[in-house]
């Protein structure tokens, strides 16, 4: 199966720190999305890349988060002096037909 | 008011009921619905994709879509214990932009 793979799964960190998360998505789509995802609510849009370019990105995405996407191929998502409230699932999704987005399994982190 | 509104349930049926699951929402612009599934701690199952108006069925899941009303409805026949899970209905308003996503329903199914 080639779905979209995340890494790591679970990331528990110390407020402040710096992290870092995978998305591999399906190999033939070009565009990948990142959202955030807090208990009891829809995923939410951070940002959008076709192919390497970033082409939109959330107001939620805050000068703390970076995300990139060298070659096309895998994406980051970098989250800089982490804060409790960061504490979600993060997901991508790599969208094959018109609109139709195919997530992965998400990363799950708690910032204490 | 929220873009995308869904009732977060929870919703309780019995095995072998059928099951509503709906949203409203208040871009007129949408035209891409789809319906995801999602079970605890994982990522969401995309489950039906339309696009426009329409009635749109896949085995036990019909989704429909009302734009008039601006009403979506996702019908689940013959329901399993497998089918309990959080379901999630998203819209956008063309393709390569981001899914704007409801609160989710959730749903559980005894046996």
């Known amino acids: 199966d080639t779905g979209v793979s995340q890494d790591p799964r679970h990331k528990i960190t110390k407020r402040g720190q710096n992290v870092t998360f995978r998305c591999d998505p399906i190999s033939e789509h070009n565009r990948l999305y990142w959202y955030r995802q807090t208990l009891g609510q829809g995923p939410e849009f951070l940002t959008y890349f076709q192919n390497e370019a970033q082409l939109e990105k959330s107001r939620l995405l805050s000068d703390r988060f970076s995300a990139e996407r060298p070659k096309g191929s895998f994406s980051t998502l970098e989250i800089q002096r982490t804060e409790q409230g960061d504490s979600a699932m993060y997901l991508c999704?790599?969208?094959?037909?018109?609109?139709?987005?195919?997530f992965g399994p998400g990363t799950r982190l708690t910032v204490l | 008011q929220k873009e995308v509104e869904q009732d977060p349930g929870p919703l309780s049926v019995p095995e072998g009921a059928i099951v509503s699951l709906n949203c409203t929402y208040s871009?007129?612009?949408?035209?891409?619905f789809m319906w995801y599934r999602q079970y605890s701690r994982k990522g969401p199952e995309l489950l039906m994709y339309t696009y426009s108006s329409g009635n749109k069925e896949d085995g036990r899941f019909t989704a429909q879509v009302d734009k008039s009303s601006k009403y979506i409805s996702l019908f689940i026949r013959d329901s399993q214990p497998s089918d309990s899970a959080t379901y999630l209905c998203a819209m956008s308003e063309q393709a390569g932009t981001a899914l704007i996503f409801g609160k989710g329903t959730t749903l559980s199914v005894s046996s």
């Open positions: 999704a790599s969208e094959g037909g018109p609109a139709t987005q195919y």
């Open positions: 871009n007129s612009a949408f035209q891409y």
